[in-house]
């Protein structure tokens, strides 16, 4: 039972463009919501965040937004760069159960073309 | 910048021998998790540890692997005895976990290859 999905294994977007990520979740449970970004050979780190009680948190190019009745959640990142080419993974946490405990999707890998 | 290192940074090994992986967090945090990143699967969660205590080793198999805690500066993953199906990049994640304190930060990984 995945309780984090991401639907696409894959992204391809020109530079200066938009690029949407998309998440969506099962467990009614979580309320904190991370998008973290992997380069190769390297671990993932921490992009940006949302709780549950905002529907929209931006930071700089990149902001999410929050579907709580849909249980979805997606990152746009504008304008696209080369050097955002990276798997991009959702991540979903409740602070009342399992405090801290972040549960993963399987990552979407972006591809910013020049 | 603080970082969380993991040693070694590739383990090769063949079938059947014991592996120990180890990881120094960020000073200051509570929360250590392990995470193992496999070509079929996303981040899956192993074990965690919050103020060094074991909170959750749901995820791996018990009557293989163990994790501990000995000090606030190591959290090891052991594997004995290692399986080819035990192939995968092994993150070590650190964090201070509350409201609003945002994510953890992960080491760069193991590598591991068993033959």
């Known amino acids: 039972d995945q309780q984090v999905k991401q639907n696409s294994p894959s992204l391809s977007v020109q530079e200066g463009r938009i690029s949407i990520l998309n998440c969506d979740y099962t467990?009614?449970?979580?309320?904190?919501f991370l998008w973290y970004k992997k380069y190769p050979a390297e671990g993932p780190t921490f992009l940006i965040s949302?709780?549950?009680?905002?529907d929209k948190n931006e930071d700089g190019r990149f902001t999410v937004f929050l579907n709580k009745s849909a249980k979805h959640l997606s990152l746009h990142i504008v304008p696209s760069q080369p050097g955002d080419s990276a798997v991009y993974f959702c991540?979903?946490?409740?602070?009342?159960?399992?405090?801290?405990?972040?549960?993963f999707g399987d990552g979407t890998t972006l591809t910013v073309k020049p | 910048d603080a970082r969380v290192t993991q040693t070694p940074r590739d383990k090769v090994t063949e079938m059947g021998q014991e592996v120990t992986m180890r990881c120094q967090p960020i000073l200051g945090h509570n929360t250590v998790f392990w995470y193992r990143q496999t070509m079929m699967q996303g981040l899956e969660l192993l074990a965690y540890f919050r103020n060094r205590a074991p909170l959750d080793d749901s995820g791996m198999p018990k009557d293989r692997f163990s994790a501990e805690m000995p000090d606030a500066t190591l959290a090891t993953l052991k594997i004995q005895p290692s399986e080819p199906r035990d192939s995968a990049v092994y993150f070590c994640?650190?964090?201070?976990?509350?409201?609003?304190?945002?994510?953890?930060?992960f080491g760069s990984g193991t590598r591991l290859t068993v033959v």
């Open positions: 467990n009614s449970m979580f309320d904190y």
């Open positions: 991540a979903a946490r409740g602070f009342n159960t399992n405090a801290g405990k972040s549960t």
């Open positions: 994640a650190s964090g201070l976990v509350g409201p609003g304190v945002g994510g953890y930060t």
């Open positions: 949302i709780s549950s009680i905002k």
